[in-house]
């Protein structure tokens, strides 16, 4: 104990020092993650936003705040997260729609694929669309400007030399509007098999169209053909009764084109958050789909951006030890606490290597210091000018035995310390001797 304290009374500057020091580079070299983010999604209702909605309220059980932004689609959401100033630093994003985007994407990067999404057109059955080709006599609603679907529609029907013109920019609901009035004869929709908010449920507005008796459903028939164009894109099988058994839903197994739903973040998102973000959709997904197995999402496949350096390392090897068995922001700490101590260690290893020469040497410095009150006795004793302050010096030097026998040393400096009560009681009865000689004074 008295080591400990003795070490407290050398060191504690040392110990200052390295506790502001620490204090300092938790704030300022690692500071903590915001507990505030932005997501862009796309319309409100639509499959990215469903899914944004899910994704919020499990993060916000996590203590990190979500703002959802509603936006037109994947073309926003690039422009979104090139611009700094919009606030947005994760949005959803259709896989490949950056090829055919002719604005800046330096800043963006990918934290992984979501789900499938298929292109599904559906057509008024009174057109007579018995090809592709057929369409080029028809108005189609592509989707609104800014979505996703709008670049896909644009480019299945250049892919098929049918003219930019016969394109209708306008958004679901008005398409639908479009449909019935027979103002539009066919339509687009990008859309996944089901409810992004409750993956029991088929997605609202394709089951909306399937349920329509006066509408079809064309399927790629040579879906192979677009996928070998079309890299990006992959090939989904919807069974027979997929979204109804009961109504049959649809009629008969389709093979469709699909790209991914893909989940886009800024250069500068903090790691732990994309992290966080990734664990999460982990957990959400973690029972599948109808067209997902469990476990398969999020992941690499599908994603056209350079991923975020962390979300690579947690779509290969999961996530780190902190983070399987800590709270996300208790894990983040211990993080950041663990990262800072390996320099701090390199410091506080040589300290501890000289703490206990140094105490060694200041405690003998301590008890030689000691020696020079009996020095100065002693001196004036060989010189003969004890007698003016023996009276004094005796009295002194009780007093000194006194303050020896209340103190407090260590085991390992016992020899020096007993040495010098030893020395002390010597030069005491040495003077009461010489008072007591006939020739004292």
């Keep these: 104990m008295a ?240 979204l109804d058994l009961e109504k049959n839903y649809p009629a008969s197994t389709l093979t469709l084109v699909s790209p991914m739903a893909t989940l886009l973040c800024r250069d500068d998102l903090d790691g732990d958050i994309a992290a966080l973000i990734l664990q999460t959709c982990r957990e959400i997904q973690s029972e599948g789909a109808w067209l997902e197995k469990a476990g398969d999402f999020p992941s690499k496949i599908g994603v056209t951006f350079p991923l975020l350096p962390e979300a690579k390392q947690f779509l290969e090897k999961g996530p780190s030890f902190f983070y399987k068995h800590l709270p996300f922001w208790a894990a983040n700490a211990v993080n950041r606490l663990w990262i800072m101590a390996i320099p701090l260690v390199t410091l506080v290893f040589p300290l501890l290597k000289l703490a206990l020469p140094t105490y060694r040497w200041r405690m003998r410095r301590r008890i030689a210091v000691r020696y020079r009150f009996l020095q100065a006795i002693d001196e004036r004793v060989a010189a003969g000018t004890i007698g003016a302050t023996i009276d004094e010096d005796i009295d002194h030097l009780r007093q000194y035995e006194n303050e020896l026998a209340r103190l407090s040393v260590p085991v390992m400096f016992a020899g020096e310390f007993y040495s010098l009560r030893m020395h002390a009681y010597y030069l005491r009865t040495r003077l009461e001797e010489i008072k007591r000689a006939p020739t004292g004074h």
Aim: net charge positive.
């Design 3 to 242: 080591l400990a304290v003795e070490l407290a009374r050398i060191y504690w500057w040392a110990v200052v020092l390295v506790l502001l020091g620490f204090a300092v580079a938790y704030r300022f070299v690692a500071p903590a993650p915001s507990r505030e983010i932005t997501i862009a999604t796309g319309a409100e209702n639509g499959g990215y936003h469903r899914f944004g909605q899910r994704l919020q309220a499990a993060l916000e059980k996590k203590q990190l705040k979500v703002t959802i932004r509603s936006t037109g689609g994947t073309i926003e959401n690039l422009k979104l997260l090139q611009d700094p100033r919009s606030g947005v630093s994760v949005a959803f994003g259709q896989g490949g729609s950056e090829r055919y985007y002719d604005g800046e994407t330096d800043r963006v990067r990918a934290l992984g694929s979501l789900y499938y999404e298929p292109l599904w057109i559906f057509y008024r059955k009174d057109s007579q669309l018995a090809s592709f080709g057929d369409l080029r006599k028809m108005k189609i609603a592509v989707g609104r400007n800014g979505s996703g679907t709008q670049v896909l529609a644009k480019l299945v029907l250049a892919e098929n030399n049918i003219p930019e013109s016969v394109g209708v920019p306008i958004g679901f609901d008005e398409a639908v509007k479009a449909l019935q009035a027979n103002t539009v004869q066919a339509l687009f929709l990008v859309a996944p098999v089901n409810d992004p908010s409750d993956r029991h449920k088929p997605h609202p507005d394709v089951y909306r169209l399937m349920s329509d008796p006066n509408l079809g459903i064309y399927e790629a028939r040579r879906a192979q053909a677009y996928l070998s164009r079309l890299p990006h894109l992959s090939l989904v099988t919807i069974g027979e009764g997929l």
